[in-house]
């Protein structure tokens, strides 16, 4: 038996991952899957409400994407600056379909918000006279980035989340890899099943109800053979939601960070990261004859927004057949990749290159995806119960191109504002004794699973067909070559009843291969070049037809329904809210 409730959206998929029923459940308040600094934010703030919480972390707690950070936080802290310049930067660097209200809010919020981080525990670097050492990154007209440790900044900011949850004794399980949503009978959020992998504190599929489900699962950078993220990045959260009837939207809008460092044409996986702070300090961006062949493209040359400095790179290397260009940083001597770049400089130095004495090869890499799962501002999505905040939301903050280091602030402000909306239901509704009763999963596979080799089959058709150059061709190729991987595990199962043996590997390709098919179906419809979406055969920014959103729903029978948005405002997601629109 599957969910037949009503959602905001219209009814419920029925589609689900196989696997078996839950053995085990706790119940809570809310349930909040990830550890980021998104999830983890929220997880504190419920639990200061006086909400039952509980983390579901697909690894442990600090093994997220957070962890990887560089850069840092940007926000109007320094002298001078204020969150209208944060604004216009962030409008900028979003090509037309930022939110404005969603930024303000972003910007507005931002520094206290930050101030709230540190007084959790989170060190950041400062300068002589005490004051928070800022910097400078892509897209930005002011230093008003902190970090910490150099360029550890994600590793201190999971270290003071991870130690503030353990000391105020949060409920958590680690090494649990989400698979659905519950529902109730009337379609609204009941909790979510999950599998607890080898060292969780349970065993095999379970449960957590609750009538409140925030996803903060990061991003889904494995879609793509070479990715600054880690492992577990497999787009899982946004693949829930899809199946539970939500509505994604600009998932078309992933955006390539520019310098990761070239391993070789054939690398695969998580690539090392070389942060654009170390653009922000000097560095210049050089041909194999040393031109720095970014200036004259744009008026910050280097400091352009991350789209921008991905193209100049590729254009570059396209004409002169070159597989990568260099990052030249020689001129900051050894003391300071040290003292400023330490982590940075031990991954060149373990991949034989030595950034004091020679350029650092670089070329772009999957790096962070600006859509996800739509919201409002409250972090609220299409399914009555379900929020979600940090990569795997599209806030509407982001746009077409995410500026630089404001990805962990995103997951910082929108985090609180969850939190906040789920006390204030609990204290209006009275939802803390129930317990909600989620309709049964089924028994047997409605849907395949894709084989564990699926993952990189999915990954090499989305990296030659829907990479950093994109157009109708190679699109259409990335399309047929997913229906095919689709359709091979589809007909086994439709020929005998049997589909691949549940289990990670499975669910990941599974949902890897879900995602991928909205990113291809977006990229196709947007017929033009905007932000970190490039069309070779639509070369120019089209805002007469263009500036305004694609929205994509998962349908019962696994088809996909695209429309796009009449105007580059976001409709409504609460039903009450809404009026009906014609899908185009």
Known sequence: MSATGTTATGTATGIRLHAPAPGWSVAADVVIVGSGVAGLTAALRCQAAGLRTVVVTKARL????????????????????????????????????????????????????????????????????????????????????????????????????????????????????????????????????????GEGQHDGVGAVLAPAVVLATGGMGQVFSATTNPHVSTGDGVALALRAGAEVSDLEFVQFHPTVLFLGADAEGQQPLVSEAVRGEGAHLVDADGVRFMVGQHELAELAPRDIVAKGIMRRMQEMGAEHMYLDARHFGAEMWETRFPTILAACRAHGIDPVTEPIPVAP???????????????????????????????????????????????????????????ANHRENGLHARVPAPVPHPETPTHALMPPEARFAVQRVMTRGAGVLRSADSLAEAAAGLGRIHAEAAGALAENGKTSEPGVDTWEA???????????????????????????????????????????????????AVHTTPTAEFPPTRPECRTNQQEQ
Do not use: K
Request: charged content about 25%.
């Open 365 to 423: 890499a999957a790096h962070y995806a600006s859509g996800g799962v739509r919201t409002d501002l409250q972090g609220r999505t299409t399914v009555p119960g379900l929020y979600a905040c940090g990569e795997v939301a599209c806030t509407g903050v982001h746009g077409a191109n995410r500026l630089a280091s404001n990805s962990l602030l995103e997951g910082l402000v929108y985090a609180e504002r969850i939190a906040d909306d789920i006390a």
């Open 510 to 560: 599974t949902n890897l291969l879900c995602v991928a098919r909205v990113l291809v179906a977006a990229a196709r419809r947007r017929e033009e070049t905007r932000g970190c979406h490039w069309r070779e055969d639509h070369a120019d920014r089209d805002d007469a037809a263009w500036r305004r959103h694609i929205v994509v729903r998962l349908n019962p029978d696994r088809t996909l």
């Open 62 to 197: 600090d093994d997220g994407s957070t962890r990887w950070a560089q850069g840092g936080v940007a926000a109007a802290l320094g002298e001078g600056d204020t969150p209208e310049q944060h604004l216009d930067d962030t409008l900028v660097a979003g090509a037309g379909l930022c939110d404005e209200e969603a930024v303000r809010t972003l910007v507005t919020e931002g520094p206290d918000a930050v101030r709230r981080l540190i007084a959790t525990g989170a060190h950041f670097d400062e300068s002589a006279d005490g004051a928070l050492a800022l910097t400078r990154e892509g897209g930005h007209h002011r230093r008003r980035i902190a970090h910490a440790g150099g360029d550890a900044t994600g590793a201190e900011i999971s270290r003071a989340l991870v130690e503030a949850v353990r000391a105020r004794g949060i409920r958590t399980v680690e090494n649990a890899l989400v698979l659905d949503l519950l529902t109730d009978a009337d379609g609204r959020t009941a909790g979510v099943s999950l599998h607890v992998m």
